[in-house]
């Protein structure tokens, strides 16, 4: 049913191997991951990495570039997150930031398999007010970045609200210009986050 009507299909890898991938994102989770970019693959669609950068993957990343160089051909982007706290979300007890150096290290040898415009990092400050993403209960929601912590504006609830109203919302709150890579990478890839690489290289 997805392949009728997506042309894109995102899909989170937060290790190479099941054990580490499933020590983040749950047991079981590896196999369904890697089930899904062999269907996506298969059928021709257009395949999204996102991987959040963490204490426990830090030193799996570039495992996890070998495990995607299959399917260069299909991946638009890979992107790495900075790992986000949120001021609101308790269940956040174990702090995984990685220190600056540790990232740059690792950073700098990624891509070079995949495609160098292929690769991004997005540190919390980026992601700020730079995505609109819908909650299971229907909140549409933009994440804010205050000093050290993340939190959710909630614009609405598009079950029982206005969608209209939520978008004017949005419209009035986001910055474009933290869209416009995400524009790009779409279509062939991003020079100037590929530069921005380079810097952190």
Request: hydrophobic letters at 35%; one cysteine or more; a positive charge.
């Amino acid at each position: 049913q997805i392949n009728k009507y997506a042309d894109t299909i995102g899909i989170p890898i937060e290790g190479s191997t099941r054990k580490n991938h499933d020590a983040i994102r749950g047991i079981g989770n590896f196999k369904n991951t890697t089930n899904a970019l062999k269907v996506a693959y298969k059928n021709n669609k257009k395949i999204y990495i996102s991987t959040v950068v963490t204490e426990n993957n830090i030193f799996d990343i570039a495992d996890i570039e070998n495990l995607l160089i299959q399917y260069k051909d299909r991946i638009i982007y890979w992107k790495l997150y900075e790992f986000i706290e949120y001021h609101d979300k308790p269940f956040q007890k174990i702090k995984h930031a990685i220190s600056t150096e540790v990232v740059k290290r690792i950073i700098k040898d990624i891509g070079k398999k995949l495609g160098r415009n292929k690769v991004f990092y997005l540190t919390s400050a980026d992601r700020s007010e730079a995505s609109f993403l819908i909650n299971p209960n229907g909140d549409a929601i933009v994440p804010r970045k205050e000093k050290d912590k993340t939190h959710d504006i909630v614009l609405g609830n598009i079950l029982f609200n206005d969608v209209k109203n939520i978008f004017e919302k949005w419209n009035n709150l986001i910055d474009y210009h933290k869209y416009q890579c995400h524009e790009c990478a779409l279509k062939n890839g991003c020079v100037k986050m590929e530069n921005k690489i380079g810097e952190i290289a």
